[in-house]
């Protein structure tokens, strides 16, 4: 019988990160790793981002799903690169799973590449993809505890988004207290609340992003 011990398989899956992160520093490729639970609205954010952003900057979506593509279909429909992983059963993705697809992307014409990890709150956290940037997701509906509940992927994240604000007053959802929760965890994550679907906040979000993008573009030519 052939052991593998879960540390080794985070130390490899380390290594090839730090190759996705070179690889994209050389086409100058801002990467967003976006991670929530399921049906947080990580699709619904991304089609209405791209609304917001496409033409003028060129973005791809590296959408990861157990079994299906049809996240990969949605985000097509905008006419952008979509390259869908079906991990057959792994609730995550790791930095070898989006190595083996670089080589379809146009790396040298994208400014943004989203990564949508599984529908997961603790996995994908564990996770390095040689990303530039985590995102995390949380929705009005799924309740107020979960920050505190599953702190990981909180306390990676550059960025929160508060999702699906047009419903918070059919929840028991403590905007106030919930930011506060996120802050202890994470003093300099940014936080987001909008509404993906009604189109409330995505815009303080989308400008966030292009500067994001312009802070990349900037240290890469110093
Ligand atoms: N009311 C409301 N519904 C939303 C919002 N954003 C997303 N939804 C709905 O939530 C459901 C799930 O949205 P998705 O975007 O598919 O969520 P997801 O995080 O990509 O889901 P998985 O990929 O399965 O993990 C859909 O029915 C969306 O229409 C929002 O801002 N408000
Ligand atoms: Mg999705």
Redesign the pocket.
């Known amino acids: 019988m052939k052991i593998f011990m879960a540390q080794d398989l985070l130390r490899a899956n380390t290594g090839m990160a730090k190759r996705n992160k070179r690889e994209f520093a050389h086409y100058n490729n801002l990467v967003i790793n976006l991670i ?12 209405k981002t791209l609304d917001f952003l496409s033409p003028q900057l060129k973005i791809a979506v590296i959408e990861g ?1 157990i079994y299906t593509s049809r ?1 990969g279909e ?1 985000l097509e429909k905008k006419g952008i690169e979509v390259v869908q992983i079906n991990t057959a059963g792994a609730c995550h993705l790791d930095a070898g799973m989006v190595a083996g697809v670089l080589k379809v992307l146009p790396l040298d014409k994208i400014d943004i590449i989203f990564i ?1 990890n ?3 709150l603790v996995c994908p956290a564990e996770f390095d993809l040689g990303e530039d940037i985590k995102v995390v ?1 949380l ?1 009005v509906s799924e309740g107020s505890d979960k920050p505190a509940k599953y702190p990981l992927a909180f306390r990676q994240s550059r960025a929160c988004v508060i ?5 918070i007053d059919y929840t028991d959802f403590d905007l106030e207290r919930v930011s506060g929760e996120i802050k202890d965890i994470n003093g300099s994550i940014e936080i987001f609340s ?5 189109g409330e906040g995505l815009g303080e979000w989308c400008n966030w992003l292009k500067k994001m993008r312009n802070r990349k573009k900037i240290s890469a030519t110093v």
Do not use: I
């Open positions: 929530s639970s399921p049906g947080a609205g990580k699709t619904t954010l991304l089609e799903d996240d949605r949508e599984l529908g997961n997701l929705s999702n699906k604000l047009d419903l909008l509404s993906a679907v009604k």
